[in-house]
């Protein structure tokens, strides 16, 4: 099915904390939105600098999963990345992922429209969410458009990154009600606690959303160091978290405070 690149519907923001959440936990809501012709926005919130597998690609310590021992850079024909470098790596897998979910450079942003995710903070916390939230909410409004649709990760993933996002888009959503729609997804594992559903994809549209799924995983496969690219998604969560978007299997969404 072919994507609309210029959509006309009304725009929707996907707040991010990491650089592979989307994919792992939010690629079929997003899809689908993509494929209803709205216009999905997506907003970085953190550099994606502090994983431990930066010290996995210098070759200091052991990847026992994807990769299945140590790397060796001189050999593989790349030199060791700094903190920096590492995390633009990262942003350039997490564009490749999003633009096979239908979403144009265009419409990806960072944080509070930085020009660089290396702008970016290492960490989030709940204050600095909802003023990202806010700075794009007031945005839109300020320029006559509807109020959008918000997306991010529930607030009590275990994760605090996660979790700071959730709590952020929650208390806006108490207060506000330009955040009405505001909703939040969740990791399987805490769908029963969270109060989650699967997130529901129309028929005619659920082999799109699937193939669009499982090719915004591979983006997180490339390995390719001499072009950049180190499979860093891969190496950080490996399985079984990146069986789930390639198997296509369900996103699990949060509708309620």
Partial sequence: MPINWDPTGRNVYWFEPHQDDGCLFMAQAAAHHVLAERTVHVVLMSNGSTSNVLGELNGATSDSTWWGGFHDPAREGYSSLSKAEFGLARTREWRASWHQLGVPDARLHYGMDLASSADLPDGISTSYASSVMSFWMNR?????????????????????????????????????????????????????????????????????????????AWAYGAWAPANGAFAIGMHSVALPYFDDPVRGDPNYIVRNV
């Fill in 140 to 216: 839109d409004l300020d320029a006559g458009l509807d109020h959008p649709g918000m997306y991010t990760m529930w607030w009590n993933d275990p994760h605090s990154d996660h979790a700071a996002c959730g709590q952020a888009l929650r208390a806006l959503r108490l207060a506000d009600p330009h955040f009405a729609d505001g909703r939040w997804l969740t990791k399987p594992e805490n769908a029963s606690q969270a109060g989650a559903t699967a997130y529901a994809v129309p028929a005619n549209l659920a082999g799109e959303v699937k193939l669009m799924q499982k090719r915004s």
